[in-house]
């Protein structure tokens, strides 16, 4: 054989491993290429699918037992509180904004609803309003910061929480209103805590009202203009606003919103709990977060499903529930979910990063 002929052997050769080099890449490319677009497309998918799996694992290790109807419901009785508080952080976070204060703005409106009731006499109705006026007062001082005075709103809403928190402690004198004397004189109150058989599965009216508010919200951003200026402000608000969207307003109207929703939260606590309690829902800002960051709502605007936070809240109660029944250290509740957090930030750092 030549010299010649051997050089071309050895060419086609090369050629031939370098073709299937590139098409191997090609389609390793095309599939991680289509599965960041179910991804993006489908933002609610990936907490869809670690709840789905963290339910079948705990059902496989528990037994039949932890698939009842009272454990099911028994979950969802538990995330309530931190369903809504996660409702009305998901908008703020998808305006890449972050709200601290949600928590103590629960609790500050709950305390009015109850001090209204029994300090002043009024109507159990009108300290209910009262108690929501509240709420989205804070909220409006919060988006009016933001929006019009250009403050960063982790540094608005951190203040926010440390002045509320404070008049919280002031007004009430610390004073807890006893399970007792509400159901007595003003059962309206607990109202979110009336339960109801469906089957074999017990809810709650707070249950009911959380379902309903995210399903609400979830049409809203889809389907309306004003959840689209939210996800074009979080996205971009220099485009947005070049683009004729009111960036100012969609702002305010997201904080006074949130801030609302978190007085329904406080409605609904007390339902939850019995009692008015200025030290209760000390965790709700970090839970609320929690819950957001596990149910792929980006931390950095403008990407995410509200649906998402149901589901990272559902997440967290499938675990901490599964857990207790394995008779599990309490620990492993925060390790798993600290873990869970990091993956989720991860992986939406991951899809911009393919994206891109």
């Known amino acids: 054989m030549s010299q010649g002929s051997s ?67 028994l979950i969802l009785q538990q995330v309530q509180i931190v369903g809504i508080v996660a409702a009305a952080q998901s908008l703020v976070i998808l305006t890449a904004g972050i709200d601290l204060s949600v928590g103590a703005i629960m609790v500050l409106s709950s305390v009015v609803m109850g001090q209204f009731t029994f300090r002043y006499g009024l109507p159990v109705e009108v300290s209910i309003a009262c ?3 509240v709420g989205a007062l804070c909220g409006a001082i919060n988006g009016w910061l933001v929006a019009y005075m250009k403050l960063p709103p982790f540094i608005v809403t951190l203040g926010m929480w440390q002045i ?27 109202i979110f805590g009336s339960k109801f058989q469906v089957g074999g599965a017990t809810l709650t009216v707070g249950v009911i009202f959380m379902l309903l508010l995210i399903f609400t919200l979830a049409y809203a951003l889809k389907h309306t203009a004003w959840g689209r200026h939210v996800y074009a402000v979080g996205d971009d608000p220099d485009a947005a606003e070049l683009s004729g969207v009111n960036v100012k307003g969609t702002l305010i109207s997201v904080y006074v919103l ?23 829902g000390q965790l709700a800002n970090i839970e609320s977060i929690t819950a957001v960051v596990i149910g792929g709502i980006s931390l950095f605007g403008g990407r995410g499903s509200i649906l998402g936070s149901l ?36 992986v939406d750092q991951w899809i911009r990063k393919v994206a891109a």
């Not at 990272?312 to 798993?336: M, P, Y």
């Not at 979910?337 to 990091?342: E, T």
């Open 7 to 73: 050089t071309d052997d050895y060419e086609k050769a090369v050629v031939g491993h370098g073709e299937a080099v590139a098409e191997f890449e090609d389609v390793h490319k095309g599939f991680i290429g289509k599965l960041q677009h179910v991804l993006h497309v489908n933002p609610a998918l990936v907490p869809l699918i670690v709840l789905v799996a963290s339910i079948t694992v705990f059902g496989i290790l528990i037994g039949q037992r932890f698939f009842s109807p009272f454990a099911m419901t």
């Open 131 to 133: 108690g929501l006026t």
């Open 164 to 190: 509320v928190l404070a008049s919280n402690f002031l007004y009430s004198a610390n004073q807890t209103i006893r399970s007792q004397d509400i159901e007595a004189s003003a059962p309206l109150l607990q």
């Open 258 to 280: 949130s801030g609302i929703i978190c007085a329904f939260a406080g409605w609904a606590m007390v339902g939850r709990i019995g009692s008015i309690s200025p030290t209760s």
């Open 311 to 346: 589901f990272g809240a559902l997440i967290v109660g499938v675990f901490t529930l599964g857990l207790r029944l394995l008779g599990a250290d309490a620990q492993w509740t925060f390790l798993l979910i600290g873990l869970l957090i990091i993956a989720a930030v991860a």
